[in-house]
């Protein structure tokens, strides 16, 4: 149950940061390329790199803080920056053919996967 609430609090954190810096992109005008999202996945992508570099190095913060900064900030931040770490574990491990499976797959689906339920509503 710890980790849950630590989960909750972090992904909570995330979401907010995300929604202001989309906001101050969006504000800043920037309508025709999503701009503030862009931002968003790289730099969580580099957090996510960053804080489990920590965590592993001399234990630099706790496994309890990992939790919270990794799965809960950055997973609440976005997503892309598990899908992004996942891909260099599996790059890491020599899972070559996973690594491009995953990616592909993770790639086309997603976007089919958002077409197919825009085009349900559409139907109804």
């Known amino acids: 149950m710890k980790a849950a609430l630590i989960v909750f609090a972090g992904s909570g954190a995330g979401g907010v940061l995300r929604y202001f810096v989309q906001k101050i992109f969006i504000d800043a005008g920037y309508i025709n390329f999503p701009a503030g999202t862009f931002v968003v996945n790289i730099l969580g992508c580099f957090l996510i790199g960053l804080f489990g570099a920590m965590a592993e190095k001399n ?60 085009n349900c509503v559409k139907l109804f």
């Open 59 to 118: 234990n630099l913060i706790t496994n309890d803080w990992r939790l919270a900064l990794t799965t809960g900030l950055c997973g609440g931040f976005t997503t892309f920056s598990t899908f992004a770490n996942e891909n260099m574990n599996l790059l890491r491990n020599g899972d070559n053919v996973y690594f491009w499976l995953y990616t592909i797959l993770s790639v086309a689906l997603g976007i089919g996967a958002v077409i197919l339920g825009t």
